[in-house]
Protein backbone atom coordinates (compact mmCIF):
# COMPACT_ATOMS: atom_id res chain seq x y z
CA UNK A 1 0.00 0.00 0.00
CA UNK A 2 2.89 2.28 0.85
CA UNK A 3 4.73 1.61 -2.35
CA UNK A 4 1.27 2.33 -4.38
CA UNK A 5 0.87 5.66 -2.67
CA UNK A 6 4.57 6.49 -3.47
CA UNK A 7 4.24 5.93 -6.94
CA UNK A 8 1.10 8.42 -6.52
CA UNK A 9 2.92 10.84 -4.85
CA UNK A 10 6.00 11.35 -7.49
CA UNK A 11 2.99 10.91 -10.73
CA UNK A 12 1.65 13.69 -8.67
CA UNK A 13 4.46 15.91 -7.97
CA UNK A 14 5.66 15.24 -11.99
CA UNK A 15 1.39 16.12 -13.37
CA UNK A 16 1.37 19.29 -11.03
CA UNK A 17 5.06 21.01 -12.38
CA UNK A 18 3.58 19.91 -15.88
CA UNK A 19 0.64 21.60 -15.27
CA UNK A 20 2.26 24.51 -14.01
CA UNK A 21 4.61 25.24 -16.49
CA UNK A 22 3.32 23.24 -19.71
CA UNK A 23 6.40 22.68 -21.51
CA UNK A 24 5.96 19.25 -22.45
CA UNK A 25 2.57 18.92 -22.77
CA UNK A 26 2.20 21.80 -25.12
CA UNK A 27 5.59 20.88 -27.22
CA UNK A 28 4.05 17.95 -27.79
CA UNK A 29 0.52 18.97 -29.13
CA UNK A 30 2.25 21.64 -31.21
CA UNK A 31 4.68 19.65 -32.84
CA UNK A 32 2.51 16.47 -33.77
CA UNK A 33 -0.26 18.89 -35.15
CA UNK A 34 2.66 20.02 -36.67
CA UNK A 35 3.41 16.86 -38.48
CA UNK A 36 0.26 16.38 -39.55
CA UNK A 37 0.00 19.25 -41.08
CA UNK A 38 3.09 18.38 -43.01
CA UNK A 39 2.51 15.12 -44.05
CA UNK A 40 -0.99 16.32 -45.28
CA UNK A 41 0.60 18.67 -47.58
CA UNK A 42 3.24 15.93 -48.51
CA UNK A 43 0.42 13.47 -48.98
CA UNK A 44 -0.95 15.81 -52.15
CA UNK A 45 -3.26 18.25 -51.38
CA UNK A 46 -6.93 17.74 -51.94
CA UNK A 47 -5.86 14.31 -52.27
CA UNK A 48 -7.78 11.55 -50.18
CA UNK A 49 -5.56 9.08 -48.43
CA UNK A 50 -6.20 5.08 -48.21
CA UNK A 51 -7.06 3.35 -44.60
CA UNK A 52 -3.13 1.71 -44.58
CA UNK A 53 -1.54 5.44 -45.04
CA UNK A 54 -3.77 7.48 -42.87
CA UNK A 55 -2.63 4.24 -40.03
CA UNK A 56 0.93 5.30 -40.56
CA UNK A 57 1.10 9.16 -40.42
CA UNK A 58 -0.90 9.13 -37.12
CA UNK A 59 1.72 7.30 -35.59
CA UNK A 60 4.55 9.03 -37.28
CA UNK A 61 2.83 12.05 -35.69
CA UNK A 62 2.18 10.56 -32.13
CA UNK A 63 6.07 8.75 -31.87
CA UNK A 64 7.91 11.75 -32.82
CA UNK A 65 5.66 14.19 -30.60
CA UNK A 66 5.39 11.75 -27.62
CA UNK A 67 10.00 11.67 -28.00
CA UNK A 68 10.03 15.17 -26.92
CA UNK A 69 8.10 14.92 -23.48
CA UNK A 70 9.69 11.82 -22.99
CA UNK A 71 13.17 13.78 -23.49
CA UNK A 72 12.00 16.27 -20.71
CA UNK A 73 10.81 13.99 -18.32
CA UNK A 74 14.67 12.76 -16.94
CA UNK A 75 16.30 15.78 -18.27
CA UNK A 76 14.13 17.92 -15.20
CA UNK A 77 15.46 15.59 -13.12
CA UNK A 78 19.20 15.91 -14.25
CA UNK A 79 19.17 19.70 -14.03
CA UNK A 80 18.96 20.16 -10.46
CA UNK A 81 20.78 17.18 -9.38
CA UNK A 82 16.80 15.90 -8.10
CA UNK A 83 17.54 12.22 -9.33
CA UNK A 84 20.71 11.68 -6.32
CA UNK A 85 17.42 12.89 -4.15
CA UNK A 86 15.38 10.42 -5.34
CA UNK A 87 17.54 7.28 -4.97
CA UNK A 88 18.08 8.82 -1.28
CA UNK A 89 14.37 9.04 -0.85
CA UNK A 90 13.15 6.17 0.99
CA UNK A 91 11.39 5.29 -2.73
CA UNK A 92 12.89 2.20 -4.69
CA UNK A 93 14.19 2.24 -8.14
CA UNK A 94 11.25 0.00 -9.44
CA UNK A 95 8.77 2.56 -7.76
CA UNK A 96 10.58 5.74 -9.71
CA UNK A 97 10.38 3.58 -12.90
CA UNK A 98 6.73 2.94 -12.56
CA UNK A 99 5.78 6.68 -11.86
CA UNK A 100 8.17 7.95 -14.65
CA UNK A 101 6.37 5.50 -16.88
CA UNK A 102 3.05 6.76 -15.62
CA UNK A 103 3.60 10.09 -16.32
CA UNK A 104 4.94 9.61 -20.04
CA UNK A 105 1.39 7.65 -20.31
CA UNK A 106 -0.60 10.21 -19.09
CA UNK A 107 1.37 12.62 -21.31
CA UNK A 108 0.96 11.03 -24.32
CA UNK A 109 -2.78 10.03 -23.75
CA UNK A 110 -3.14 14.13 -23.08
CA UNK A 111 -1.07 14.78 -25.84
CA UNK A 112 -3.58 12.34 -28.34
CA UNK A 113 -6.51 14.11 -27.23
CA UNK A 114 -5.41 16.64 -29.54
CA UNK A 115 -3.64 14.67 -32.18
CA UNK A 116 -6.44 12.68 -33.14
CA UNK A 117 -9.09 15.13 -33.87
CA UNK A 118 -6.88 17.21 -35.84
CA UNK A 119 -5.83 13.81 -37.62
CA UNK A 120 -9.47 13.39 -38.28
CA UNK A 121 -9.89 16.94 -39.47
CA UNK A 122 -7.08 16.93 -41.86
CA UNK A 123 -7.54 13.20 -43.00
CA UNK A 124 -10.47 11.32 -41.95
CA UNK A 125 -13.20 13.23 -43.78
CA UNK A 126 -13.93 9.91 -45.80
CA UNK A 127 -13.27 7.47 -42.45
CA UNK A 128 -16.45 6.73 -40.89
CA UNK A 129 -14.54 4.49 -38.34
CA UNK A 130 -15.39 4.98 -34.71
CA UNK A 131 -12.91 6.98 -33.11
CA UNK A 132 -13.60 4.69 -29.63
CA UNK A 133 -12.30 2.17 -31.48
CA UNK A 134 -9.07 3.67 -31.47
CA UNK A 135 -8.59 3.78 -27.83
CA UNK A 136 -7.46 0.28 -27.34
CA UNK A 137 -4.49 0.32 -29.54
CA UNK A 138 -3.43 3.91 -28.66
CA UNK A 139 -3.82 2.56 -24.60
CA UNK A 140 -1.62 -0.46 -25.83
CA UNK A 141 0.64 1.94 -27.39
CA UNK A 142 0.85 4.30 -25.08
CA UNK A 143 2.01 1.78 -22.32
CA UNK A 144 4.68 -0.39 -24.22
CA UNK A 145 6.27 3.25 -25.49
CA UNK A 146 6.23 4.88 -22.07
CA UNK A 147 7.59 1.73 -20.35
CA UNK A 148 10.72 0.86 -23.17
CA UNK A 149 10.56 4.98 -23.20
CA UNK A 150 11.39 5.31 -19.48
CA UNK A 151 14.16 2.91 -19.51
CA UNK A 152 15.92 4.29 -22.18
CA UNK A 153 15.48 7.82 -21.76
CA UNK A 154 17.51 7.07 -18.16
CA UNK A 155 20.33 5.70 -20.10
CA UNK A 156 20.15 8.59 -22.35
CA UNK A 157 19.52 11.57 -19.76
CA UNK A 158 22.67 10.33 -18.77
CA UNK A 159 25.02 10.89 -21.56
CA UNK A 160 25.91 13.93 -22.92
CA UNK A 161 23.84 13.89 -25.86
CA UNK A 162 20.27 13.08 -24.84
CA UNK A 163 18.24 14.71 -27.44
CA UNK A 164 19.82 12.86 -30.37
CA UNK A 165 20.09 9.42 -28.63
CA UNK A 166 16.97 9.00 -26.84
CA UNK A 167 15.15 8.59 -30.46
CA UNK A 168 18.02 6.58 -32.13
CA UNK A 169 18.35 3.94 -28.97
CA UNK A 170 14.02 3.73 -28.48
CA UNK A 171 12.78 3.84 -32.52
CA UNK A 172 14.22 0.34 -33.30
CA UNK A 173 12.96 -1.43 -30.22
CA UNK A 174 9.43 0.25 -30.46
CA UNK A 175 9.41 -0.65 -33.86
CA UNK A 176 7.47 -3.72 -33.74
CA UNK A 177 5.02 -2.22 -31.29
CA UNK A 178 4.23 0.43 -33.69
CA UNK A 179 4.60 -1.69 -36.78
CA UNK A 180 1.06 -3.77 -35.32
CA UNK A 181 0.15 -0.81 -34.00
CA UNK A 182 -0.19 1.16 -37.31
CA UNK A 183 -1.95 -2.41 -39.05
CA UNK A 184 -4.49 -2.48 -36.14
CA UNK A 185 -5.29 1.05 -36.71
CA UNK A 186 -5.47 0.55 -40.55
CA UNK A 187 -8.27 -2.24 -39.38
CA UNK A 188 -10.00 0.03 -37.42
CA UNK A 189 -10.01 2.85 -40.13
CA UNK A 190 -11.25 0.81 -42.73
CA UNK A 191 -14.06 -0.68 -40.30
CA UNK A 192 -12.75 -3.93 -40.29
CA UNK A 193 -14.25 -6.46 -37.35
CA UNK A 194 -12.42 -6.66 -34.25
CA UNK A 195 -11.77 -10.29 -33.70
CA UNK A 196 -9.53 -9.52 -36.72
CA UNK A 197 -7.74 -6.81 -34.97
CA UNK A 198 -7.15 -9.11 -32.24
CA UNK A 199 -4.27 -10.86 -33.48
CA UNK A 200 -2.41 -7.57 -33.58
CA UNK A 201 -3.49 -6.58 -29.92
CA UNK A 202 -2.18 -9.62 -28.09
CA UNK A 203 1.30 -9.09 -29.29
CA UNK A 204 0.89 -5.52 -28.27
CA UNK A 205 0.18 -6.48 -25.15
CA UNK A 206 2.87 -9.20 -24.64
CA UNK A 207 5.03 -6.65 -26.18
CA UNK A 208 4.46 -4.12 -23.08
CA UNK A 209 4.25 -6.93 -20.48
CA UNK A 210 7.79 -7.98 -21.59
CA UNK A 211 9.19 -4.21 -21.56
CA UNK A 212 7.23 -3.37 -18.35
CA UNK A 213 9.20 -6.46 -16.93
CA UNK A 214 12.42 -5.91 -18.64
CA UNK A 215 11.92 -2.48 -18.01
CA UNK A 216 11.44 -2.54 -14.14
CA UNK A 217 14.06 -4.86 -13.46
CA UNK A 218 16.82 -3.38 -15.77
CA UNK A 219 15.45 0.41 -14.32
CA UNK A 220 18.25 0.49 -10.98
CA UNK A 221 21.02 0.03 -13.44
CA UNK A 222 20.25 2.82 -15.72
CA UNK A 223 19.51 5.24 -12.84
CA UNK A 224 22.29 4.76 -10.55
CA UNK A 225 24.97 7.41 -10.33
CA UNK A 226 28.51 5.60 -9.60
CA UNK B 1 51.47 -17.22 -22.08
CA UNK B 2 48.03 -18.81 -22.47
CA UNK B 3 46.16 -16.00 -23.81
CA UNK B 4 48.74 -15.36 -26.49
CA UNK B 5 48.90 -18.69 -27.65
CA UNK B 6 45.41 -18.58 -28.06
CA UNK B 7 45.32 -14.98 -29.59
CA UNK B 8 47.59 -16.69 -32.11
CA UNK B 9 45.91 -20.36 -32.94
CA UNK B 10 42.64 -18.94 -33.71
CA UNK B 11 43.90 -16.46 -36.06
CA UNK B 12 46.34 -19.09 -37.53
CA UNK B 13 43.04 -21.58 -37.80
CA UNK B 14 41.14 -18.98 -39.25
CA UNK B 15 43.71 -17.97 -42.59
CA UNK B 16 43.58 -22.34 -42.85
CA UNK B 17 39.86 -22.63 -42.95
CA UNK B 18 38.61 -19.41 -44.81
CA UNK B 19 40.65 -20.33 -47.69
CA UNK B 20 39.43 -24.18 -47.36
CA UNK B 21 35.82 -23.06 -47.16
CA UNK B 22 36.09 -20.30 -50.27
CA UNK B 23 37.69 -23.68 -52.21
CA UNK B 24 35.31 -26.01 -51.72
CA UNK B 25 32.17 -23.61 -51.95
CA UNK B 26 33.76 -22.97 -55.81
CA UNK B 27 35.60 -26.53 -56.58
CA UNK B 28 33.61 -28.99 -54.35
CA UNK B 29 29.58 -27.91 -54.41
CA UNK B 30 28.13 -28.74 -57.29
CA UNK B 31 26.18 -26.03 -59.17
CA UNK B 32 22.59 -25.09 -57.40
CA UNK B 33 20.49 -26.36 -60.74
CA UNK B 34 17.82 -23.48 -60.93
CA UNK B 35 19.71 -20.25 -59.39
CA UNK B 36 23.00 -21.17 -60.62
CA UNK B 37 26.58 -19.62 -59.72
CA UNK B 38 24.87 -16.72 -57.25
CA UNK B 39 23.21 -19.34 -55.08
CA UNK B 40 27.59 -20.21 -53.75
CA UNK B 41 26.33 -16.83 -51.84
CA UNK B 42 24.24 -19.32 -49.68
CA UNK B 43 26.96 -20.39 -47.88
CA UNK B 44 28.85 -17.34 -46.60
CA UNK B 45 25.24 -15.32 -46.29
CA UNK B 46 24.33 -18.04 -43.56
CA UNK B 47 27.01 -18.50 -41.92
CA UNK B 48 27.14 -14.82 -41.47
CA UNK B 49 24.34 -14.89 -40.20
CA UNK B 50 24.81 -17.69 -37.84
CA UNK B 51 27.58 -15.92 -36.40
CA UNK B 52 25.76 -12.57 -36.49
CA UNK B 53 23.28 -14.29 -34.54
CA UNK B 54 25.30 -15.86 -31.74
CA UNK B 55 27.65 -12.61 -31.24
CA UNK B 56 24.36 -10.90 -29.85
CA UNK B 57 23.45 -14.07 -28.04
CA UNK B 58 27.05 -13.46 -26.38
CA UNK B 59 26.26 -9.93 -26.37
CA UNK B 60 23.38 -10.04 -24.35
CA UNK B 61 25.14 -12.25 -21.87
CA UNK B 62 27.78 -10.59 -21.28
CA UNK B 63 25.37 -7.91 -20.27
CA UNK B 64 23.78 -9.84 -17.69
CA UNK B 65 27.66 -10.89 -16.34
CA UNK B 66 28.73 -7.43 -16.36
CA UNK B 67 25.51 -6.25 -14.30
CA UNK B 68 26.11 -8.98 -11.73
CA UNK B 69 29.71 -9.62 -11.41
CA UNK B 70 30.76 -5.77 -11.99
CA UNK B 71 34.31 -7.03 -14.06
CA UNK B 72 35.86 -5.59 -16.75
CA UNK B 73 36.32 -8.48 -18.51
CA UNK B 74 32.35 -8.75 -19.70
CA UNK B 75 32.35 -4.97 -20.66
CA UNK B 76 34.91 -5.90 -22.91
CA UNK B 77 33.46 -8.99 -24.43
CA UNK B 78 30.27 -7.17 -24.38
CA UNK B 79 31.89 -4.57 -26.53
CA UNK B 80 33.47 -6.82 -28.89
CA UNK B 81 30.44 -8.67 -29.59
CA UNK B 82 28.34 -5.95 -30.06
CA UNK B 83 31.25 -4.82 -32.84
CA UNK B 84 31.62 -7.63 -34.61
CA UNK B 85 27.32 -8.79 -34.60
CA UNK B 86 27.17 -5.43 -36.24
CA UNK B 87 29.99 -5.76 -38.61
CA UNK B 88 28.51 -9.26 -39.67
CA UNK B 89 25.11 -8.30 -39.87
CA UNK B 90 25.86 -5.50 -42.19
CA UNK B 91 27.77 -7.75 -44.32
CA UNK B 92 24.58 -10.36 -43.95
CA UNK B 93 22.14 -7.35 -44.95
CA UNK B 94 24.25 -6.56 -48.14
CA UNK B 95 24.77 -10.38 -49.51
CA UNK B 96 21.36 -11.02 -49.04
CA UNK B 97 20.48 -8.04 -51.36
CA UNK B 98 22.80 -9.25 -53.67
CA UNK B 99 21.10 -12.78 -53.89
CA UNK B 100 17.80 -11.59 -53.58
CA UNK B 101 18.02 -9.39 -56.64
CA UNK B 102 18.69 -11.49 -59.28
CA UNK B 103 16.59 -14.17 -57.40
CA UNK B 104 13.56 -12.80 -55.62
CA UNK B 105 14.04 -9.62 -58.79
CA UNK B 106 14.50 -7.31 -55.81
CA UNK B 107 16.78 -6.06 -53.14
CA UNK B 108 15.04 -5.61 -50.08
CA UNK B 109 11.60 -7.14 -48.64
CA UNK B 110 9.51 -7.01 -45.84
CA UNK B 111 10.10 -10.80 -45.22
CA UNK B 112 10.60 -11.63 -41.23
CA UNK B 113 14.27 -12.95 -41.19
CA UNK B 114 15.06 -9.72 -43.58
CA UNK B 115 13.11 -7.57 -40.89
CA UNK B 116 14.70 -8.84 -37.88
CA UNK B 117 18.21 -8.80 -39.21
CA UNK B 118 17.62 -5.76 -39.93
CA UNK B 119 16.12 -4.14 -37.05
CA UNK B 120 18.86 -5.84 -35.32
CA UNK B 121 20.89 -4.30 -36.64
CA UNK B 122 19.64 -0.45 -35.96
CA UNK B 123 19.23 -1.68 -32.09
CA UNK B 124 22.93 -2.78 -32.02
CA UNK B 125 24.10 -0.25 -33.90
CA UNK B 126 22.94 2.36 -31.62
CA UNK B 127 24.11 0.66 -29.17
CA UNK B 128 27.72 1.33 -30.27
CA UNK B 129 26.91 4.96 -31.02
CA UNK B 130 25.52 4.91 -27.06
CA UNK B 131 29.19 3.70 -26.09
CA UNK B 132 30.75 6.79 -27.91
CA UNK B 133 28.93 8.99 -26.84
CA UNK B 134 29.75 8.07 -22.90
CA UNK B 135 33.64 8.84 -21.22
CA UNK B 136 32.88 7.35 -17.65
CA UNK B 137 33.83 3.93 -17.69
CA UNK B 138 31.72 2.21 -15.40
CA UNK B 139 28.79 4.25 -16.36
CA UNK B 140 29.34 3.21 -20.09
CA UNK B 141 29.50 -0.49 -19.50
CA UNK B 142 26.42 -0.55 -17.40
CA UNK B 143 24.64 1.25 -20.17
CA UNK B 144 25.71 -0.82 -22.85
CA UNK B 145 24.76 -4.01 -20.88
CA UNK B 146 20.93 -2.71 -20.20
CA UNK B 147 20.65 -1.98 -24.14
CA UNK B 148 22.23 -5.02 -25.07
CA UNK B 149 19.73 -7.39 -22.76
CA UNK B 150 16.48 -5.29 -23.64
CA UNK B 151 17.64 -5.32 -27.44
CA UNK B 152 18.14 -9.04 -27.19
CA UNK B 153 14.88 -9.65 -26.08
CA UNK B 154 13.12 -7.67 -28.25
CA UNK B 155 14.34 -9.54 -31.01
CA UNK B 156 11.66 -13.04 -30.91
CA UNK B 157 8.88 -9.97 -30.39
CA UNK B 158 10.20 -8.33 -33.74
CA UNK B 159 10.21 -11.85 -35.33
CA UNK B 160 6.97 -12.82 -34.52
CA UNK B 161 5.29 -9.22 -35.58
CA UNK B 162 7.09 -9.20 -38.88
CA UNK B 163 5.46 -12.16 -39.68
CA UNK B 164 2.17 -10.85 -38.24
CA UNK B 165 2.47 -8.03 -39.91
CA UNK B 166 3.47 -9.41 -43.57
CA UNK B 167 1.66 -12.78 -44.23
CA UNK B 168 2.47 -13.56 -47.70
CA UNK B 169 5.99 -15.17 -46.97
CA UNK B 170 8.55 -15.79 -49.93
CA UNK B 171 9.01 -19.26 -49.75
CA UNK B 172 12.37 -19.15 -51.56
CA UNK B 173 14.52 -18.83 -48.53
CA UNK B 174 12.44 -21.98 -46.99
CA UNK B 175 13.27 -24.11 -50.05
CA UNK B 176 17.05 -23.55 -49.77
CA UNK B 177 17.77 -24.68 -46.11
CA UNK B 178 15.95 -28.24 -46.79
CA UNK B 179 16.59 -30.68 -48.82
CA UNK B 180 20.61 -29.81 -49.54
CA UNK B 181 23.01 -31.98 -51.43
CA UNK B 182 25.03 -33.87 -48.97
CA UNK B 183 27.95 -32.40 -50.54
CA UNK B 184 26.59 -28.67 -50.19
CA UNK B 185 25.68 -29.77 -46.53
CA UNK B 186 29.24 -30.28 -46.41
CA UNK B 187 30.24 -27.54 -47.90
CA UNK B 188 27.55 -25.50 -45.92
CA UNK B 189 29.29 -27.29 -42.44
CA UNK B 190 33.24 -26.15 -42.97
CA UNK B 191 31.97 -22.66 -44.05
CA UNK B 192 29.98 -22.10 -41.25
CA UNK B 193 33.12 -23.41 -39.10
CA UNK B 194 35.60 -21.68 -40.95
CA UNK B 195 33.73 -18.43 -40.07
CA UNK B 196 32.90 -18.81 -36.51
CA UNK B 197 36.59 -19.59 -36.30
CA UNK B 198 37.09 -16.51 -37.86
CA UNK B 199 34.89 -14.55 -35.94
CA UNK B 200 36.62 -16.24 -32.30
CA UNK B 201 39.58 -15.05 -33.52
CA UNK B 202 38.07 -11.09 -33.86
CA UNK B 203 36.20 -12.01 -31.01
CA UNK B 204 39.34 -12.74 -28.42
CA UNK B 205 41.64 -10.04 -29.91
CA UNK B 206 39.14 -6.98 -29.81
CA UNK B 207 38.71 -8.14 -25.87
CA UNK B 208 42.85 -8.20 -25.23
CA UNK B 209 42.64 -4.41 -27.50
CA UNK B 210 39.67 -3.36 -24.91
CA UNK B 211 41.38 -4.98 -21.74
CA UNK B 212 44.30 -3.28 -23.07
CA UNK B 213 42.82 -0.04 -23.79
CA UNK B 214 41.42 0.18 -20.02
CA UNK B 215 44.74 -0.68 -18.42
CA UNK B 216 46.47 2.17 -20.23
CA UNK B 217 43.61 4.24 -19.37
CA UNK B 218 44.45 3.42 -15.77
CA UNK B 219 48.05 3.86 -15.83
CA UNK B 220 47.46 6.81 -17.34
CA UNK B 221 45.27 8.39 -14.43
CA UNK B 222 48.27 7.21 -11.91
CA UNK B 223 51.00 9.25 -13.28
CA UNK B 224 48.61 11.86 -13.18
CA UNK B 225 47.89 11.53 -9.63
Known amino acids: MSSLRQILFLLGKDLRIELRKK ?3 IS ?18 GKQ ?80 ADPLALVPILLLLNLGFSTTGTLVSAISAGTRRNEVLLPILLFPLILPLTALAVKATAGALATRPFSERLEQLEPMLAFCLIFSAAGYLLFPFAIRED | MTPLNRATFLPA ?9 IGMIFFYAPLEKSMGIIQKIFYFHLSLAGAAFLSFFIACVSGIM ?28 ISGSLWGRPIWNTWWTWDPRLTTSLILWFIFA ?12 SKRATFCAVMAIIGFVDVPIVFLSARLWRSIHPTVIRSAGIGLESSMLVTLVVSMVAML ?18 TVRDLQQQLQL
Open chain 2, 13 to 21: LATLLVPLA
Open chain 2, 66 to 93: YLLKRQRIWDARLAASIEIGVVLTTLVL
Open chain 1, 23 to 25: ESL
Open chain 2, 126 to 137: SGLILRSAIDEE
Open chain 1, 28 to 45: MAFFGALILVILNIAAGI
Open chain 1, 49 to 128: VDADTGAGILWVAIIFSAVLGLGRVFAREKENGCVAALLISPISPGEIFIAKALVNFSLMLLSQLVLVPVFYVLFGSHFN
Open chain 2, 197 to 214: VFCAALFHLRCIQHQQES
